[in-house]
């Protein structure tokens, strides 16, 4: 039976999915675990699968003072990038998804903030009233239409409207006793589309509950944004929203789930390009005897380095052992700045016959004056190289 985003999404949400990688794949994955160990800052990182929408400034239906200046600030707290650039992140024009339900209430969603500088897009999006869940226990009739399913333990926030509910169905599983549950759920496509068509590339999303109780929530895109993109003075967005009814049903072996969705608008906003964020670096010279040239693009929110070589990756770069098994060596790259700040790099690539990578990287808030680039190999093991002893390439701002 084919299952509609949201089905998907439920599953997901409920269990891990083991999926067999393929080389550049499993490169980009032990590049992301490295960074991860390099930086004591981790980034909370999501496949990117939801999508966004807005903030209410006016809360409780009274006027207060926001205690945060946008859901960039919001974020901030975590991540210096987002904090810094708050500021910068207003848009010009949203408008917002509404929606009265007699079990949600009033419901409003839109998007709050956003930055865009042609190489990279940052989204935030708030939804007050996104989720209610009650104890449900549904009739032989509606149990016979239900779709079978495996029972398995919920991952919880302990801040999430409906943590209750879902604590006792946990329980429920855990000692063989029937419970069920009736959830209805706001949430946004899985695409944010352009007004001419272009569904832009998602890359993460990081998710929280506020002090009120509102979703949350702040998408990053693919790093470098298309080229159909990167040099338009605004970009003009919407995001379909969706609302959802699902039962689950455990009869104290087996679980049954019902799905029921429908669409209730659009999110949509324009958002004006930053001028003057987005600094070009070069740099040329010989790596372990091997000519090259690194160009890079950087903004305070991501970098894109090209690196460009005159012979195979493979043939300069150093070898794994004897007998390494290809899928477990690839190469990897460090980003530094002038000051010693640290770009993690978002992906990795196997050590094979190309002669060239572009490589995504996270920023630090501000732009650099110089970088250093160094791109070596490294694989599974003990006495991998980490590229501390790699040569160093300098790249300066490009006139």
Not at 187 to 213: A, K
Not at 342 to 370: C, M, N, Q
Request: some cysteine; glycine content about 6%.
């Amino acid at each position: 039976m084919k299952m509609n985003e949201q089905e998907m999404r439920e599953r997901i949400d409920r269990r891990l999915s083991f999926l067999q990688a393929d080389e550049a794949r499993r490169a980009r994955i032990r590049t992301a675990i490295h960074a991860e160990r390099q930086d004591t800052k981790t980034m909370k990182r999501k496949i990117p699968v939801l999508a966004l929408a807005l903030i209410a400034v006016m809360l409780m239906g009274s006027i207060a003072l926001a205690e945060h200046l946008n859901l960039f600030d919001f974020f901030g707290k975590n991540d210096q990038r987002y904090a810094l650039l708050a500021p910068q992140a207003a848009l010009t024009v949203t408008d917002s998804a509404m929606l009265e339900h007699p079990y949600l209430g009033n419901v409003k969603a839109g998007m709050d903030s956003a930055y865009f500088d042609g190489l990279t897009l940052s989204l935030a999006y708030r939804i007050e009233n996104s989720r209610y869940a009650e104890e449900y226990t549904p009739t032989e009739e509606e149990i016979a239409l239900m779709q079978l399913d495996e029972p398995v333990l919920l991952g919880l926030v302990g801040d999430e409207p409906g943590y209750e509910i879902y604590q006792a169905y946990n329980d429920a599983v855990q000692n063989g006793t029937p419970f069920g549950y009736r959830q209805y759920h706001i949430y946004p496509s899985d695409h944010t589309v352009t007004d001419d068509g272009i569904d832009i590339p998602p890359y993460s999303l990081r998710e929280e509950y506020d002090e009120n109780g509102d979703y949350c929530a702040m998408r990053e895109f693919d790093v470098p944004l298309p080229q159909a993109l990167q040099n338009r003075e605004s970009l003009h967005v919407s995001i379909d929203m969706h609302l959802q009814e699902t039962i689950v049903w455990f009869d104290g072996e087996n679980c049954y789930l019902k799905f029921e969705r429908s669409e209730i608008g659009k999110m949509t906003a324009s958002i004006p390009s930053t001028e003057g964020n987005l600094v070009k670096f070069h740099g040329e010279g010989k790596l372990n005897g091997v000519k090259y040239i690194a160009e890079a693009v950087v903004s305070p929110m991501a970098a894109s380095v090209n690196f460009k070589s005159d012979t195979p990756l493979n043939e300069f770069l150093q070898a794994p052992p004897t007998g390494m098994d290809p899928r477990d060596v690839w190469v990897e790259t460090l980003l530094t700045d002038e000051n010693g700040r640290k770009y993690r790099a978002t992906e990795g690539y196997s050590l094979d016959e190309r002669t060239g990578i572009t490589v995504s990287f996270t920023g630090v808030g501000e732009l650099p004056e110089k970088l250093y680039l160094r791109v070596f190999s490294t694989w599974v093991g003990e006495n991998a190289p980490d590229g501390k002893n790699a040569p160093e390439m300098e790249l300066h701002i490009k006139k």
